[in-house]
């Protein structure tokens, strides 16, 4: 139990187009999910937290125009890179706590590679 | 907020021999401590965690350990195979903060040698 599907596993863009990225929990509900930004050999960032039917959280120093953030449903959260440069080029990822008791752990999806051309 | 360090940033063994990799955090109220796997490419993987209540947590080759006092845990590999090269990451959510606010280090690379 307690997977997290994320979609897709890689994608390039062109420079200025826009990338939605999918984070869905597949076999649990999940009313808050989190987006990270890896870089390469770095650690995971926390970029936002994402809040079934309200507006998500960021961090500080990440642009909520530039990576925006849609939790519809308690099973899907998207993330969405518009007008995308070769700085956002990144690894991310998203993930999910399971029923809030922390049961299984912070399950992490497969993440998604962007690559800006 | 929450401040995680790491450490060693790479660890190479060889094959069989154990691996210790070594976390210090900054917040007393910090009361779970997962560790995760990462493989080149895919995103982590939860191998162990502990929460503040429990000193040692062991699960078959994999074990880890909290000192509450000194605000240090550790993760601990015994009879290591070369599968378990990747990178490992410590992380620490303060309660209070919102669930799932993981706080991470930077990141151990560990290389097991055949």
């Known amino acids: 139990g307690a997977v997290v599907s994320q979609h897709p596993s890689w994608v390039i863009c062109k420079s200025g187009t826009s990338v939605k990225i999918e984070c869905r929990s597949l076999?649990?509900?999940?009313?808050?999910m989190f987006w990270y930004r890896q870089f390469p050999k770095q650690s995971l960032m926390l970029m936002a937290t994402?809040?079934?039917?309200?507006?998500?959280?960021?961090e500080q120093g990440v642009e909520k125009d530039k990576f925006l953030i849609n939790h519809a449903s308690l099973t899907l959260s998207t993330l969405t890179v518009t007008s995308a440069h070769p700085e956002d080029s990144s690894f991310y990822i998203c993930s999910a706590d399971p029923l809030r008791t922390r049961t299984y752990g912070y399950t992490f999806g497969s993440g998604t590679r962007l690559t800006v051309v | 907020g929450e401040n995680v360090e790491q450490h060693p940033s790479t660890l190479s063994v060889q094959e069989g021999d154990s691996a210790v990799i070594k976390c210090t955090y900054s917040?007393?109220?910090?009361?779970?401590f997962p560790w995760y796997k990462q493989e080149l490419g895919k995103g982590p993987q939860l191998i162990i965690d502990i929460r503040s209540n429990v000193g040692e947590k062991k699960d078959q080759r994999i074990a880890v350990t909290l000192n509450k006092t000194a605000k240090h845990f550790s993760l601990h590999i015994t009879e290591t195979q070369p599968e378990d090269s990747a990178v490992y990451f410590c992380?620490?959510?303060?309660?209070?903060?919102?669930?799932?606010?993981?706080?991470f280090g930077r990141g151990t690379q560990l290389t097991v040698w055949p």
């Open positions: 992380a620490a959510n303060p309660s209070g903060s919102t669930l799932g606010r993981l706080y």
């Open positions: 994402s809040n079934e039917g309200s507006k998500a959280t960021y």
């Open positions: 917040d007393s109220a910090s009361n779970y």
């Open positions: 076999d649990f509900q999940a009313t808050t």
